[in-house]
């Protein structure tokens, strides 16, 4: 099930995207050339094929501005567009329509192509029931923005941020000392039924995490045949989660080993952006 768009954050990143780019000044361009009152009829439109996310924007950014303006949308969030398909139609003040337009394809864009790249990794291990997870692997300050566009293409959010789950990681580990001794830690410091999970490297490691009775387990870089190994050693006691090198060329192996879900940081770091367009009508 698809998370509720976050109203919030979208309306303080919109704030914050109009403010960088009017400036002091406004639009100088717009003002100077298109007349006080020109009423104006536009269509945002898919130039590729994908799946959209973040359509909320559009109405948001016209609300901030001062001319009115109205948006219909044809293309809710989720729904799967084609190329020269018509996901918004848009009609009022052509200042506002124009002053408003690179603010809404940058975002629109962003987030659709983050929904688009994760509805391809979920259509690729469909039947295999494994998970597609995010990661902490956002863009400074729209993490909210991004995990809700995962969403939107089919796949889990992982924790939001350090503050609701805990992940022991190999430098974690490092400045403990050991597997062991890390979880013992977090135990006594967060109580002894606090979900932890360990990331892990070997089966080595893979063993002692499992003799401390985490939650699950991040099997961070292994290859496919480890995998399988590593899924078979833990035997249904924990979660498994497979992470690192996994590309949309081998998810499908990685998920053919058992592991119980996959994260991939790259849906939201390096996703290519949605070719959205905003033409006259």
């Known amino acids: 099930m698809t998370h509720a768009p976050p109203f919030e954050a979208f309306a303080r990143i919109v704030d914050i995207a109009l403010a ?29 094929a994908g799946r959209i996310a973040g359509v909320d924007i559009v ?29 918004v139609e848009l009609a009022g003040a052509a200042a506002s329509l124009l002053t408003g337009e690179r603010t809404i394809l940058n975002l629109m864009g962003r987030l659709s192509g983050i929904a688009t790249a994760t509805a391809a990794v979920v259509r690729a291990v469909e039947g295999t029931g494994v998970a597609i997870k995010d990661t902490r692997k956002t863009t400074p300050g729209l993490r909210a923005l991004e995990k809700y566009a995962v969403a939107v293409g089919g796949g889990v959010n992982h924790r939001s941020g350090l503050y609701d789950a805990v992940l022991i990681k190999d430098n974690h580990i490092g400045i403990a000392g050991s597997i062991t001794t890390a979880v013992e830690r977090a135990r006594t410091a967060l109580g002894a039924q606090v979900a932890i999970q360990v990331e892990v490297e070997s089966l080595a490691e893979l063993e002692e995490a499992l003799r401390t009775g ?10 496919p045949a480890l995998l399988k190994r590593a899924v078979s050693l833990v035997a249904g006691r924990c979660h498994t989660e497979a992470s690192g090198g996994i590309t949309p060329a081998n998810v499908r192996e990685v998920a053919e080993t058992g592991v119980d879900s996959i994260s991939l940081g790259w849906l939201t770091h390096s996703a290519k952006s949605l070719d959205l367009g905003l033409d006259l009508r």
């Open 20 to 48: 960088e780019d009017l400036g002091g000044r406004g639009d100088i361009t717009t003002r100077a050339v298109v007349p006080d009152d020109t009423p104006m009829s536009a269509s945002i439109r898919s130039r590729e």
């Open 59 to 87: 109405q948001l950014v016209l609300s901030r501005l001062p001319g009115p303006a109205t948006a219909t949308i044809l293309a809710k969030d989720g729904s799967e567009v084609s190329a020269g398909d018509t996901v």
């Open 214 to 223: 985490v939650s699950a387990v991040l099997l961070d870089n292994m290859a």
